[in-house]
Nanobody, 131 residues
Framework: QVQLVESGGGLVQSGGSLRLACVASEFTLATNSIGWFRQAPGKEREGVSCHSSNDGATYYADSVKGRFTISRDNAKRTVFLQMNNLKPEDTAVYYC????????????????????????WGQGTQVTVSS
């Protein structure tokens, strides 16, 4: 059973920064794409960013390009999502998820990142950006 544990959410003012963390097993990080998704109340889930372990492919949604950065620290078994210049529209519950088919490579070339490609999900962490 794959376990993913997110942390790092909170309340921040517009223009501020947060760093989300997703902790997983060494095996999961070594063999999966890890993606970050978010869902705001009344809105559909959105793929925000992902990273593939096999080829280093990354993807960012247009709404976060230039502001969010995904990275891995294998020693800490963690994938981070650094979020800078946060906006009120970034307010959502953020989830990390894993995909053993390494679909982030496809996301990078296709420009889409559907949640249905992902197998296991964390419990989510709330990010609230005040104006």
């Amino acid at each position: 059973q794959v376990q993913l544990v997110e942390s790092g959410g909170g309340l921040v003012q517009s223009g501020g920064s947060l760093r989300l963390a997703c902790v997983a097993s060494e095996f999961t990080l070594a063999t999966n794409s890890i993606g970050w998704f978010r869902q705001a109340p009344g809105k559909e889930r959105e793929g925000v960013s992902c990273h593939s372990s096999n080829d280093g492919a990354t993807y960012y949604a247009d709404s976060v390009k230039g502001r969010f950065t995904i990275s891995r620290d294998n020693a800490k078994r963690t994938v981070f999502l650094q979020m800078n210049n946060l906006k009120p529209e970034d307010t959502a519950v953020y989830y990390c998820a894993s995909d053993s088919r390494q679909s982030c490579t496809t996301a990078q070339t296709s420009g889409v990142m559907p949640g249905r490609w992902y197998d296991y999900w964390g419990q989510g962490t709330q990010v609230t950006v005040s104006s």
